[in-house]
C-alpha cells in the first residue's frame, strides 16, 4: 500500500502516540479517530456496516457514557 510521510509538531505526536492501542499502527489510530469522509453516502455507510467494518474500535460503551451525560445536563437546564 502507498504511504505518505507527514510533520507533526511534537506535541500532537505525543498526543497521537499516547491514542495508540498495543499493537496498533498510527494509520490505524487516524482511522479510528477521524470521520468517514465528507462524500460517503448512506449507501457507502451501509456497506461499511455491512462488511462489519464501520464502527470497528469504537469503545461503544465510551458513547453510550457520553450520550447519557449530554442528555443529563440537558435535563439539568431551566425551562
Not at 1 to 7: A, G, H, L, R, V
Not at 34 to 44: K, W
Request: net charge positive; no cysteine.
Amino acid at each position: 500500500m502507498p504511504s505518505k510521510t507527514i510533520s507533526l509538531e511534537t506535541d500532537a505526536y505525543e498526543r497521537l502516540k499516547a491514542t495508540r492501542r498495543t499493537g496498533e499502527s498510527f494509520s490505524a489510530v487516524v482511522r479510528r479517530l477521524t470521520l468517514p469522509p465528507a462524500h460517503a453516502t448512506l449507501r457507502d455507510l451501509k456497506k461499511d456496516m455491512d462488511a462489519g467494518i464501520f464502527g470497528r474500535g469504537v469503545d461503544w460503551t465510551a458513547v453510550k457514557r457520553a450520550v447519557a451525560g449530554r442528555r443529563r445536563s440537558r435535563d439539568l437546564r431551566p425551562t
